[in-house]
């Protein structure tokens, strides 16, 4: 067994514990210990990741692992963090994500017999009575306490959105979670983000009450970006972990554009190198900041471990032909092309039409929307600023043909170094 919070500790990834007996506990032999994810999506993000590789670093260390999915907390929703209140998931929408979370999960962690475990908090919740539940756990929390809480207090400063009842009772049911793997599984530990403290710190209070037992908590400190930006966003919005919202080749890019500032930490945070190489990696990224090889780095061990080896190397192929000024786009096959546009947006063209007047490149760049008008694109051309499959083109008459149309059926407009869009060639060209 490995010292996982010893690892932990050197990645800078503790912002809080309940017991300075943690590390004794964990040193006695194998721990249970779970995290929870809340199921507002069917597919989880970047901003899930650091807890997934929490987990999974505590079952590399030789501990069992529970992922807990809010199949029943989801219909109630966490005020730790909201300005307001969400919106409530039906039945329906709330298994979908469920079922989808589940199936990512099950790519970081070893679900086989005796190991992790998958577990939704719905399978208990939703057989709780209100009376029984009164009377067992809420007699347990004092609602002072709860008011002091900065999740409670913030929106109460909020005199426009205040705090439902319902969403004022969410820190009472992931305490019974706590409570429930407690006596069904052995679990005693949780962990989370920190701003999951006072919710983990109340469910170890209650298997103290109602147990007689120690529990403990664990946190992590919050991802944030050096330059104020909110981690786990990009220009398209979240970046996500299932391909279909966030293809590989985007996934890649992300990581690969990480702030000089944040590539060290981000590698601690979300990569198994040992702590030794990372900081080599920092060493030569400050010798020389050009060449990126810290974030290369981070970007390869991450898009391999969320997407496998197979997606890294498209990723890896298309980003190598796309920065290559003399780079052969024809080399690309049309899944990497498909990937890397998939976030792009798109104007459709029909196939008998290329070659023609229809295909004009001055009409093509106005009614897809990459400029307003065909006087601006005119106007633009010459310059130089628009390129076709990375070809400067300057002529004003120009007009896309077969000759344009790359793997796939696509053809790629650039303005500017930015700006793309992804003519879909329909009808067979």
């Known amino acids: 067994m490995s010292d996982f919070l010893a690892d932990l500790k050197a990645r800078v990834l503790v912002h809080s514990c309940t017991s300075d007996t943690l590390a004794a506990a964990l040193a006695r032999g194998p721990m249970t210990g779970y995290i929870g994810f809340d199921p507002t999506s069917d597919s989880l993000h970047v901003g899930s990741l650091l807890q997934i590789m929490t987990l999974r670093r505590f079952q590399r260390a030789g501990h069992r692992p529970i992922a807990l999915v809010g199949g029943g907390t989801g219909l109630i929703g966490d005020p730790s963090g909201k300005e307001s209140e969400r919106t409530l998931l039906s039945d329906d929408v709330l298994e979908k994500n469920v079922s989808g979370i589940r199936g990512q999960l099950e790519r970081f962690l070893d679900f086989g017999a005796g190991k992790a475990l998958l577990l939704n908090n719905a399978d208990w919740l939703r057989k709780t009575h209100l009376l029984d539940f009164l009377r067992d756990i809420g007699k347990h929390f004092s609602v002072n306490e709860m008011l002091r809480r900065d999740s409670v207090k913030d929106r109460l400063a909020n005199r426009e959105s205040g705090i439902s009842f319902t969403e004022f009772s969410y820190i009472l049911l992931q305490s019974m979670d706590f409570l429930q793997l407690f006596d069904d599984h052995g679990c005693n530990l949780q962990m989370g983000g920190s701003d999951q403290w006072g919710n983990i710190v109340s469910g170890a209070d209650l298997i103290r009450r109602l147990r007689g037992a120690e529990a403990y908590g664990l946190t992590s400190p919050l991802i944030n970006r050096a330059d104020g930006r909110k981690f786990g966003k990009s220009e398209a919005g979240n970046v996500w972990l299932d391909p279909k919202r966030t293809s590989p080749y985007e996934f890649y890019q992300f990581w690969l554009n990480t702030d000089d500032k944040d590539v060290a930490p981000y590698l601690k945070a979300f990569t198994f190198l040992p ?110 600023s628009i390129s076709i499959n990375g070809q400067a083109v300057k002529d004003v008459e120009y007009r896309v043909s077969k000759d344009d149309v790359l793997p796939g059926g696509v053809i790629v407009l650039r303005k500017g170094k930015k700006t793309y869009m992804a003519i879909r060639v329909e009808g067979g060209a």
Not at 279 to 288: F, P, T, V, Y
Not at 328 to 353: I, K, M, Y
């Open 275 to 384: 702590v030794d190489v990372i900081e080599g990696l920092a060493r030569a990224s400050a010798e020389n900041p050009a060449a990126r090889e810290a974030q290369r780095a981070l970007a390869a061990e991450v898009t391999a471990l969320v997407h496998g080896g197979e997606a890294l190397a498209r990723a890896k192929h298309a980003t190598q032909v796309f920065f290559d000024p003399a780079g052969n786009w024809r080399q690309l096959t049309a899944q990497e092309l498909q990937e890397a546009f998939q976030g792009a947006p798109s104007h459709a063209l029909p196939a008998d039409a290329l070659g023609t007047e229809r295909a004009a490149l001055v009409g093509l760049l106005a009614d897809s929307g990459l400029y307003p008008s065909r006087g601006q694109a005119r106007k633009d051309l010459p310059n130089g």
